[in-house]
C-alpha cells in the first residue's frame, strides 16, 4: 500500500522514474477499488443503468492524473519518453507495445530521466 500512496502523492511529478512494483501496485488498487465501486453500483440497484457507473467513473477521474503520472515515470524508468503512453490509443499492436514496455525491467543504473529508484 505503501506504493499506492507514494503513487498518490507524487500526482503531479511526471520527471523521475518508478519502479515496476509502484506501477503494477498502483494499477492493481485502482482496479480492485473501480471493482469494488461497481458492485456497490450494482447492489444498490440504482434507477437506471447509467447510474451504475457514477461511483467508478468518478473515482476514475480523481485517480486520472496520478495514474498518467505514474505510467510517465515508469516509462521514463525503461528509458522511453512519457508520450510514448499514447500507443494504449493504438489499437493492437500500439497497446501490446506499450504493455512490453511496462512489464520491462528498469535499465540499471542512471539514464535520462534520473537515477534507478532500486538503488
Do not use: Q
Not at 105 to 118: A, I, L, R, T
Request: glycine share 8%; aromatic share 16%; proline share 4%.
Amino acid at each position: 500500500m505503501n506504493y499506492y500512496f507514494e503513487a498518490l502523492k507524487k500526482y503531479t511529478d511526471f520527471s523521475g522514474r518508478a519502479r515496476r512494483r509502484e506501477f503494477w501496485v498502483f494499477v492493481l488498487v485502482n482496479t480492485v477499488i473501480f471493482g469494488i465501486l461497481l458492485a456497490i453500483g450494482v447492489i444498490c440497484r440504482f434507477p437506471t443503468e447509467v447510474d451504475v457507473f457514477v461511483l467508478p467513473v468518478l473515482f476514475s477521474l480523481v485517480v486520472l492524473l496520478p495514474t498518467l503520472a505514474v505510467t510517465a515515470r515508469r516509462l521514463h524508468d525503461t528509458n522511453h519518453r512519457g508520450w510514448f503512453m499514447l500507443l494504449g490509443f493504438a489499437a493492437g499492436i500500439g497497446l501490446i507495445f506499450l504493455l512490453i514496455m511496462l512489464f520491462t525491467d528498469s535499465e540499471k543504473g542512471k539514464n535520462h530521466f534520473g537515477p534507478s529508484p532500486k538503488s
